[in-house]
Structure formats: C-alpha cells, structure tokens
C-alpha cells in the first residue's frame, strides 16, 4: 500500500470501527473469534450522527479529526453510541476493520448511484478502490462466514424444539449421613435425587413463561428439629412426578417486572436474597439456612410479584404469595389463608455491594429452619408475624466475597391466649469463587439458626442455649454440565440445648445440568 494511501487509511481504519460495530451489534452474524469479541457483546446499539459535533469525545485536536468530519458530514457513514460518544481509541482487528469498510462502500455506491452532488472525486474512488483489493481475502472470508451462519440457522431453525420455547434440565443427586452425634435413628447413608425439566418460553421476547415438572426423594439426614436441613430435600420423599413451578413474567415499561406465580413460587422469584450461595439447591450452600436469610422462608409459593428499578443502583420488590391460594375452604384461599407479603428494597453502592432490606408480613406462616420453637405454629392458635432482615455482600476482591444476614421476627397470636415470640438468627458468609479453576466456588457459613430468644405465649417457651451452625462446602465445576460439591454441616448443641450432642452431617452433591 503507497504511502499516500497509508495516509487517508489510517484515520479511517479508527473512523470505520464504528461500522464494524454497527454489522455485529445490529444483529448481523459474525464469528465467535475475533468479530463477535466480549467487548461488542456488551454494548449497545448505536445510532447514526450527521455532524462530528454531536461526539463529545472528539476533539477537533484529535489527529483523525478531519478524516472523521468527512466520513460523517461528507458520507454519513460513521455512527455513535446513544450516549453521543465515538470511542475511537478501542483496538480493532483486520476483520471488524472488513467489515466497517464493507458498510462504508456501500453507503459510498448507494450515493454515487444516486448521483446526489459532488460527494467523492475520483482520487476519493481510487483510494477506496485500493482499500477495497487490500482486504478483498478478508471480506470473501466474511461473506464465507456469513453463508455458512445462515446454513446453521437454518438447520437449526427446521430442527429446534420450539420456535417460542427452550427446552432445559437438572438432576442433583446427594449421598448424606450423619457422621456424628446422638442421633442413631438417622445414622444411616441415604441417596436421593431431585429431577427437574423446564420448559423456558417467551412470545414477544421480552416476556418469559416458566413450566417446571420435577420428581425429588431426597431426605434430610435429621428430621427435627429443623436446623441443618438439607434445601434440595423434597417435601413428599417419593419419586412421583409433580408441577413444581409455574410462572409468568413480563415487563411494564422499562423498569418495571411483573410475575404472576401459580405455583412453586419462591423468594429468589420476587427479589434478590443477597446471597452467592444462593443456587436453589443445585449450587452454592448445602442446608436450607445457608442458602438464604430464614425470614425468606415464611412467604408462600402462589400470587404476584412487582420489582421496579430505579436505577442500576437501586431497586424495590414487592410480592404477595399464599400458600394455598387453590384451596377454596374456610381458612384457605389466596386471602384468607396463610400467606406473606414482602418489601424489599436493594440498594448497589458499587458493583461489588450489595444491600437488601427487606420487610415481611405473614399470617400462619412459621419460619422453616431452627429450633423446634422457631419453627413452631406457636401449639394451634393462629398467628401473624412481622419480620425484618438486612442482607449485605461485598466482594473484597475478584476471589473473596464477604457477606451475611440478621433477621429478626415477632409473632403474636390472634387467637386464644394471648402473646408474643421474638425469634433472632444472624449469619457471616465467607465466599471463595474460581478457588482453583474458573468456576468454582468455595464457601463458609457460620451462624445462628432461629432462635426463640423470648416468650409470652403459654406452652412455648424460650430456647435456652444457643446453638451455632457452621457449614463449608467445595463446588467443583467438572466441566459445563457437572458440578460435583462435597460439603460438612456442624451443628452445635442442636436444637438450642447444651445437653444434645454437637451434630456434623455429610454430604456429597452431584448437579448434572443439560
């Protein structure tokens, strides 16, 4: 290439980037090596400028100023992002380069063919000319690669499952025991399994339906009181197939989700529970108190869910969810039945904070991990309680986050004799992401489970000691599709009481996702 030709070219190469952007990240195939890069992934799409003035990053100091004007205000071929800037400083590779100069001359033909004023001269036409046999081998191998995307699309589109919805799966598998401790009725190995298939649909593409058919048999090694649970056990213990979730989301605006949960529904539906450990059972903590904040558990699994974001820095969630919302008897129903509100407001300082405040209203809804008294229904009466939780996460590095929980709740019965239950529990989580490969997670968890720390109600009294659980479990990523995760759970004396031996259960969990 001439000398004179490296001149015009080389404030162009930086001008003609933002076409290149523009192929890929209008939608555009391109290849997963060096077009389709993680940096275009994330960006957005970008819009046409018809004067350089409209770029608040360049200058018109900038060396490529002038070549910059004429692409814009000349051709019209350079775009910016909505936030009116260039970017022309983002290394680029021969091929994005291919691409730009692509989109370039066909803007330069389109304007030639219309004959719409002086717009090129013919020394104009022969530096393009000679741009375009310099990449000519570049440009045959994107319009290759284009060909043989659009062969696969359409092989993939005559052979997909559905044109509206994807089709996923789960199975974990768990071998536990009770390595230690009095508590010889459930000394026994056990192995259990939790299968899951998911039917993920949307119909306009911002909406998502969400069908999942599941079969669990898996047991906790105890069975109460209910410290050191396991959060995959299955609520029947048999291998009947059952709907385990059903819910519909979709957007209001541009802030604003809505869900509308008819069954299964959960707290990592409605809101974020500010946890790295929380995997649903499949990843992260093993026991049901370490996967998320115990007050969490009292909301039921069918109504709505709204969650607003204010900004990138803050959002509210608020939910209403009964737990026999089908039931239509006295004392059930969406209304009249047990059910739990939340309110929840999540607050990111920065990208490595993370806050969650979070408010819940229940009515016949016990707590579902702690000490035979916090996870009573405090004897018959009915009842309604009021529970606040702070939960935090801060990731003090790449490969060290630190978080935790307190949660407080207060129950009084409405019927009967009257009174009051205070039920405290708090955690400190130690995180440890891609602790020997990437993606995998180590992870320590010491806390309190609920405890009754104070009692007027006639029949149930105050725990006593305190117990503590300290749980630590290593996440093994196999490969993209098996994660195996061996992991210890050591409760102190259980159930808030001195006299009951310490208790330390095993577990081995396999999570095969496909």
Known sequence: MSKKLNNLASPAICSLLLCANTSVLAGEPAGKGEINNSHNSQQELISQVTSVSQLSDVQPGDWAFQALQSLVERYGCIAGYPNGTYRGNRAMTR??????????????????????????????????????????????????????????????????????????????????????????????????????????????????????????????????????????????????????????????????????????????DVTSTVNIFDGDGAFGALSTFGTRNPIYGQLGSKGLGVTHQFSNKAGISLAYLSSNANVPSAGSGLFDGPYGALAQLTVKPSDRITLGFTYINSYNQPLLT?????????????????????????????????????????????????????????????????????????????????????????????DQDTSYHIEAFYQYKLNDNITITPGVIWLTAPNHDNNNSDVVIGALRTTFSF
């Open 95 to 268: 091929y994005e380069f291919a691409a730009g100069l692509n989109a370039c001359l066909d803007r330069v033909n389109e304007l030639i063919a219309t004959a719409t004023g002086d717009m090129a001269t013919k020394q104009d036409l022969a530096t393009i000319q000679k741009l375009q046999e310099e990449f000519s081998a570049e440009l045959a191998t994107l319009r290759g690669r284009v060909d043989a995307l659009e062969a696969r699309t359409s092989e993939l589109e005559a052979n997909q499952f559905s044109t509206t919805t994807k089709l996923q799966g789960q199975v974990v598998a768990v071998v536990s025991d009770v390595v230690a401790g009095n508590n010889d009725t459930n000394k026994n190995t056990t192995l259990g399994a939790r299968a899951r298939i998911e039917f993920v649909s949307s119909f306009t593409g911002k909406d998502t339906l969400f069908t999942r058919i599941e079969s669990n048999n898996i047991n906790s090694p105890i069975g109460s009181p209910q410290e050191g649970n396991l959060f995959f056990a299955g609520p029947n213990g048999d291998t009947n197939a059952y709907l385990g979730t059903l819910w519909y989301k979709f957007p209001i605006g541009e802030k604003t989700q809505v869900i509308a949960i008819a069954e299964g529904g959960a707290a990592d």
């Open 370 to 462: 702690g000490s035979s008294a916090a996870t009573s229904d405090i004897t018959t009466e009915a009842f309604s309680s009021n529970s606040y939780g702070v939960q935090a996460s801060v990731g003090i590095s790449d490969k060290f986050v630190l978080g935790g929980w307190a949660g407080y709740t207060n129950s009084s019965t409405l019927t009967g004799i009257r009174g009051d239950v205070d039920i405290w529990n708090y955690a400190v989580t130690l995180g440890f992401p891609d602790l020997g490969k990437k993606g995998n997670l180590a992870g320590i968890i010491v806390g309190m489970e609920p405890k009754v720390t104070s009692s007027s109600v006639i029949g149930l009294d105050k």
